[in-house]
Every structure is written in structure tokens, then in C-alpha cells.
Nanobody, 122 residues
């Protein structure tokens, strides 16, 4: 599975951005797609995940209510809609894929996209 993330950029605090992650290759109905981020000098942080089939989603407390994860199965794409952005949301954002597992477990991801930079100015 290959993942291509896009949609990052520069936005002012309070603004919104929409990240996309396109998956190519063989995907499984049991799979889960997730979004993570890593800020300079910090560890990678789980943000949100969605099941490839069904309605299961899970969010980190830090983004709950501000970020929304969704998918478009016809396009093999997962979207992360980010609203009310804060300067502390500045990071490189990565999408990831795991063939098996649950949305509420933030480990076990097999494949990673290349990352897209999000910068939130104050």
C-alpha cells in the first residue's frame, strides 16, 4: 500500500485546513487509516483513525471537537478536516495504514505516507 498525503500549508490561528491521504495498492476491508503528527523536538502523536469499512472513528483528546476524520472509499482517500487551528498544531502530519486492528489502538500501523507540513501562525 502506498500513501500520498497532501493539503498542508500555512494558515492563521483559528483557520482551517483539509488534509487528504490517497491510498493505492491492495487495501483490506479490515484495515484502519490514521493520522499522526510530529512537531520539532517532540514525539509522534496519534490524532485520529477511521475504519475502512463501517463507522468506527477515534480521536485524541487534543483534537476532539476540532478535527474530523472521514473517508471516500470510491477514491481510496481519507480526509482530515482541521478547524480552529492553533499555533501548537504546527507539525508534519502523516497518514498511516494498518491491515488489521482497531481505531482506538494507536499502534500497529504498517504503512506511512511521506508527511505534509502544517504551519499555524499566531
Amino acid at each position: 500500500v502506498q500513501l500520498q498525503a497532501s493539503g498542508g500549508g500555512l494558515v492563521q490561528a483559528g483557520g482551517s485546513l483539509r488534509l487528504s491521504c490517497a491510498a493505492s495498492g491492495r487495501t483490506f476491508s479490515s484495515s484502519v487509516m490514521g493520522w499522526f503528527r510530529q512537531a520539532p523536538g517532540k514525539e509522534r502523536e496519534f490524532l485520529a483513525a477511521i475504519s475502512w469499512v463501517g463507522d468506527s472513528t477515534h480521536y485524541a483528546d487534543s483534537v476532539k471537537g476540532r478535527f474530523t476524520i472521514s473517508r471516500d472509499n470510491a477514491k481510496n482517500t481519507v480526509i482530515l478536516q482541521m478547524n480552529s487551528l492553533k499555533p501548537e498544531d504546527t507539525a508534519v502530519y502523516y497518514c498511516a495504514y494498518k491491515r488489521f486492528g482497531t481505531t482506538w489502538v494507536a499502534t500497529g500501523y504498517d504503512y506511512w505516507g511521506q508527511g505534509t507540513l502544517v504551519t499555524v501562525s499566531s
